[in-house]
Structures are given as C-alpha cells and as structure tokens.
C-alpha cells in the first residue's frame, strides 16, 4: 500500500465540516448491519465502506442472478454466472475497494431466532430488504433494543426513506400497521425498476447513516421522503403527529410479535415432494381478484377456481386464494422465501 494513501484516503471526506478528522475517526469505530444486499444494499455498503465505516455485516439469503446485474452495483457476470450468495460476492467486492475495514458476510436469512445475534453488537442497522415481514422484525428489534435503523423502499422510479430513533421518531408500525397483503403492492418482478431509482434512495439512507455514525443525529431528515425520479417530484411527508395519537402498537405499546416469533412469513418444507409451503403474514383480507389476475398473466398460467399454478425460473409455484403457495423445485426454505418475495409479494 502506498504510504501515503491511508492519511489521504478520506481527506476530500474529513475537509467536509461537519464530518471532519473527529467525525471520521467516529466512522472508523462504527459497526453496521446491512439488512439485503440487493438494489440497494449493494450501494449502501459500497458507499459506507468507500467512507471508512469500520465493520459491515452484510446479511442475505440469495444468490445473484444475471437480473441483478442491471442496478445491483457489487456484483459481476461472474457472480451471476457462478450463483454465488449475494452476501459473500458484495463482501469479495468490498474488500478490493476497502482493505482497512472489516466486512462480514452472512448468507442467511433474518428471523426471530437469530436476529439478536446479527444485529445486537451493531451500532446502526439499515434496510435493503425485499419484504415487509423483515422489515417490522428489524423495526420490532429496533425498539425493543433502542436501535436506530433506516427503512427504505425503491419499486419502478418511486422510493422512500425513513430514519427511525426510537424514543425520538415515529416508527413503521406508526406508517404502516402490519404487512400488505400478498399481491397488493407490485414488486421488481411485476413493475419493474430503475437503477437510478433504487441508487438515488440507497445514497439517502447513506447519507443518514453518516450523520448518526458520525455524531450528528440532529441532522437527520424526519418524516418519510418520498422520490420519484422519473417525474422529479419530491415529497417529505411529516409524521410527527402519529406519535401524538399514541395509537402505535409497537412503539407506544411495546407489542413486538416479529421479535418474539408470534407472526412472521411460515415455511414449511414437504418431505419427499422437493417443494416449500409458504404461508404469509397478513391479517388484512386478500384481493383475490387483484392477485389472480396478476398471477395468470404470467407465462403458462394455468387458473382453477382455487389456485393459479405458473412457472418461472424452473419452479413450479401453485398460489392459494388465502396467499398461502406451495414452490415445487427445491426443499431449500430460505430460497422459497425469496421466490415468494420476488414473484407474488409480501
């Protein structure tokens, strides 16, 4: 290593005011959870560690495919062609742009089991995650062990983001009670996306964990930003009054049933059959109507009056009218999990 590029490495950083030599000396020491290394997951641990975060633990549970190549910006054709863990192939990566940091990868998939473990020595935990199951798992965790985290969402050319201290902020049970049901919201798969969406929202969650690690909470952005970069409309909504109405489950009443394991997406692999039973968590009715329609225009659909059964990427899947699916084609429950993400929602 040239002598000289250790010192000079984050200068053009430090000569930042409100970073500066201390703030950065702070990042140094910072430990942070990744939640997905997916569209944005991938460019928030770049960017941190291109800052000089100390530790990054990256945890997910997929493999890289050659669709994620198109805005998942540490991984190659090699990734794609080899199917390595998205985890492992965002930390080989990291470790050529930064050697002076610590990276961790976990290629698993975050549950009320192991959450503690991943994410109780962290200083920090921010959100690339496909679903909203993990999504009020971390946001239970959060609160009941007062950590910071930073939930963002990136779908065609619109994202979000949302800073949540506990103690200070609304949480996402205050912005969203429980889990949409399954086909309500449209997914990569259905709608599609643009890189510059999912890079744009990454770069703020980014820009949030360099003002906590860097010892300037009072900088954050509150309430939820919303951006549709197609458009250029930008959005911040205010959510100071929902904690007001002291309504929240979750952070007005210490009720954490993702943490505790009360509900949370079930999987179930079927002995001898080489296939996965996924039932969601939802309690809100389902739009069968809605679901179906998305479902059957999928290539070689077929519909019964109780099931629409398609196939992509050489799974079978057979979806229930209560969301419920039964994935033919692997036993592996973790890969179910992110199939039924990816292809029919929450």
Request: proline share 5%; aromatic share 6%.
């Amino acid at each position: 290593m040239n002598p000289m590029s250790a010192s000079e490495r984050y200068s053009r950083q430090e000569r930042f005011a409100p970073i500066g030599k201390e703030g950065q000396s702070l990042l140094a020491t910072s430990r942070v959870a990744i939640c997905g290394a997916g569209a944005l997951g991938t460019v928030i641990a770049g960017t941190l560690a291109r800052a000089g975060v100390g530790f990054l633990r990256i945890i997910d549970r997929d493999l890289v495919e050659w669709t994620n190549l198109q805005r998942q910006i540490l991984f190659d054709e090699e990734d794609a062609r080899l199917g390595r863990p998205k985890a492992e192939a965002a930390a080989l990566q990291i470790r050529k742009i930064n050697s002076e940091i610590i990276v961790e990868p976990i290629a698993t998939e975050l549950n009320h089991r192991n959450v503690r473990e991943l994410l109780g020595d962290v200083d920090l935990i921010l959100d690339g995650c496909d679903n909203f199951d993990t999504r009020f798992l971390i946001n239970d965790f959060s609160l009941r062990f007062q950590k910071t985290w930073i939930y963002g969402g990136a779908i065609g050319s619109t994202g979000q983001s949302m800073t949540i201290i506990p103690g200070q902020t609304p949480c996402l049970r205050c912005l969203i009670e429980e889990p949409p049901p399954p086909g309500s919201l449209p997914t990569c798969e259905t709608a599609g996306i643009i890189a510059p969406t999912s890079m744009i929202i990454a770069s703020i969650e980014s820009a949030e964990g360099l003002k906590i690690l860097s010892g300037h909470p009072e900088a954050v952005t509150t309430g939820l930003l919303v951006i549709d970069v197609w458009t250029g409309r930008i959005r911040r909504v205010n959510l100071d009054g929902l904690k007001a109405y002291k309504t929240c489950p979750a952070c007005q009443q210490s009720d954490y049933p993702w943490l505790e394991g009360r509900v949370g997406t079930q999987t179930t692999s079927l002995c001898g059959r080489q296939a996965v039973q996924v039932i969601p968590s939802h309690s809100s009715p389902i739009d069968w109507e809605r679901l179906r329609r998305d479902l059957a225009s999928k290539p070689g659909a077929k519909e019964t009056p109780f099931l629409v059964r398609f196939e992509m990427d050489g799974f079978e899947f057979s979806v229930f009218r209560d969301g419920r699916a039964i994935i033919r084609g692997t036993d592996d429950v973790q890969l179910a999990s992110s199939l039924y993400a990816r292809y029919i929602g929450c």
